[in-house]
Nanobody, 124 residues
Framework: QLQLVESGGGLVQPGGSLRLSCAAS????????IGWFRQAPGKEREGVSC????????NYADSVKGRFTISRDNAKNTVYLQMNSLKPEDTAVYYC?????????????????WGEGTLVTVSS
């Protein structure tokens, strides 16, 4: 059964850190670029970061550059999002999604599969 499962969300104080994981199963993980997205209450979903299928290509939204780091371990079928210096405006449900690719780049559109999300709350 094809699945993307996010984990690692929770409540953290401003300035703190969290590491999100996106575990994939049921498809050939190495063929897919992965993106992290988030949706805050009352706002549209936005792309946060993405990584190409080999891990060589990454991209970050301006709002998280220098604070978030995306990585992947194809042997474990898992993508990680290390989030440091968290701010209250980072509060959202975070989703990972996969897109079949034939090149090295990553994407924020045309995603084939989605996880159900994990909640990140940044508050004192």
């Amino acid at each position: 059964q094809l699945q993307l499962v996010e984990s690692g969300g929770g409540l953290v104080q401003p300035g703190g850190s969290l590491r999100l994981s996106c575990a994939a199963s049921g498809f050939t993980f190495d063929y897919y670029a992965i993106g992290w997205f988030r949706q805050a209450p009352g706002k549209e979903r936005e792309g946060v970061s993405c990584i190409g299928k080999s891990g060589l290509s990454t991209n970050y939204a301006d709002s998280v550059k220098g604070r978030f780091t995306i990585s992947r371990d194809n042997a474990k079928n898992t993508v990680y999002l290390q989030m440091n210096s968290l701010k209250p405006e980072d509060t959202a449900v975070y989703y990972c999604a996969a897109r079949r690719t034939y090149g090295s780049r990553c994407y924020y559109d045309g995603m084939d599969y989605w996880g159900e999300g994990t909640l990140v709350t940044v508050s004192s």
